[in-house]
């Protein structure tokens, strides 16, 4: 299927504030999207997380695209990798892994401002994150620092379940921002979205969202994708998703039997 009209105008918006909303995108996969997520909700992968929360449900779960028909139909059928690729700026486009994350109605919890860059073992300046919600979302749509794609270091991953450190040992990070604290200090965006918008944000983004106070539940679904940059770089621990055994070596390009090229320019 062919890619949605990406505009000049939007790839040029994703470069400069390191996230774009795509409006209408992907309406036609939204019954396949809805369909994954509730066999992944039924039959949770090894990764299946409920986030400690103490009211409501905030449930995620990733790399399960393989194992789930749907998100594989997704990903190598759907217009999804070109859309990728024309805003990375990049003649190819590498399948990293989805990720569900699931808020039902009355979860007050957060997901805290982190950057997706010091979680992955992945490098470059070309990598592209989707964001779909399957749900209507206004108050609790994905929210992003314009611009923070562009910082010099990154910002200190923490657990989401305690706030502690993500990784053991001093490492040359930045305090997690808290744009809320100081309005007008950053730039955020966010979008009223449908089913079928997306948004479309680099790995170094910094991005979060409010609790969902809605009566309807919030379901979403990412696809990560990496462009010809892209390169694997070693962690100081274990990475979220892992991978184990992987056997890649740092400045390597991502194996490509575990992370196939789905589309590449004529």
């Known amino acids: 299927m062919s890619a949605p009209q990406i505009t000049e105008q939007m790839i040029e918006d994703f470069q400069r504030d390191g996230v774009v909303m795509v409006p209408g995108a992907l309406t036609d996969w939204v019954d396949v999207m809805r369909a994954g997520v509730e066999r992944n909700m039924a039959e949770p992968g090894e990764y299946a997380s409920e986030n400690a929360v103490t009211e409501g449900r905030f449930f995620d779960d990733y790399v399960n695209w393989t194992r ?5 139909r997704l990903v190598r059928e759907s217009p999804a990798g070109e859309i990728a690729a024309r805003l990375m700026r990049s003649q190819s486009a590498q399948f990293f892994h989805d990720h569900v994350l699931v808020k039902e109605p009355g979860t007050p919890k957060p997901t805290p401002w982190h ?18 919600p399957l749900d209507p979302v206004g108050e609790n749509s ?3 620092i ?6 010099d270091r990154m910002v200190r991953p923490v657990s989401w379940a305690d ?19 100081n309005p007008g200090d950053m730039k955020v965006l966010e979008w009223p979205m449908q089913p079928g918008d997306i948004v479309v944000f680099d790995y170094r983004t910094v991005h979060g969202a409010r609790g969902n106070f809605a009566d309807t539940r919030r379901r979403a679904l990412s696809l990560r ?28 390009r991502l194996r490509e039997d575990w992370f196939p090229v789905l589309w590449r320019a004529a």
């Not at 950057?115 to 779909?132: C, I, K, L, N, R």
């Not at 314009?146 to 910082?151: I, T």
């Open 142 to 144: 994905l929210r992003f």
């Open 163 to 181: 706030d502690s450190d993500f990784y053991e040992g001093k490492q040359d990070w930045i305090p997690v921002p808290d744009p809320d604290a």
């Open 146 to 151: 314009a611009g923070s794609h562009k910082w």
């Open 225 to 252: 994708w990496m462009g010809d940059d892209a390169r694997y770089i070693e962690r100081p621990g274990r990475t979220s998703p892992p991978f184990p055994g992987h056997g890649m070596e740092s400045g390597q």
């Open 115 to 132: 950057q997706d860059g010091p979680y992955y073992f992945v490098e470059g300046e070309q990598t592209a994150s989707f964001w779909m």
């Open 68 to 72: 789930i028909p749907e998100y594989e």
